[in-house]
C-alpha cells in the first residue's frame, strides 16, 4: 500500500479484495448473499443439463454423419462395394439409412416445435 510517499513505485502498490459484501455494506438494489448463493446453485445444475444436452447433439451429429456416408459409399464405390455385398443388401443399408436420416430430421422438428410451444 502507498504510505502517502510521493516516490513510491506503481509496482510497491497491493490491491486490497474487497468487496461490498465482505464489510457488510449493503448496496441499494443489489443482490442478497442468498440469492447469489441460488443462482450459483442453478448454474451448477444447469452446467450438468447442457453437458448432457452437448452429449446428445454430438451423439445425433455423429450418427448422421455415419448414415450419409455410408449412403455416398454405396453411390460412389458401387463396383468395389458390390464385390462384398449384394445388390439387394445395398438397397437395404440404403433403406435403412435414410430411415435414420429421416428419423434424425423429424427428431430435430419435433424438438424446435416443442420449444416454441
Known sequence: MLDGNISDRLADVHLMDITPLSLG?????????EDVE??????????DEDKKERDRILARNNLESYAHWIVVMIKECTESIKKIVEDKQQEQIKKRCDE??????????????????
Open 100 to 117: 435414420v436420416l429421416y428419423w434424425l430430421y423429424k427428431e430435430q422438428v419435433d424438438t424446435t416445435f416443442d420449444c416454441l410451444r
Open 38 to 47: 441460488r443462482i450459483i446453485r442453478d448454474a451448477a445444475n444447469k452446467q
Open 25 to 33: 455494506i449493503s448496496i441499494k438494489g443489489s443482490l442478497s448473499n
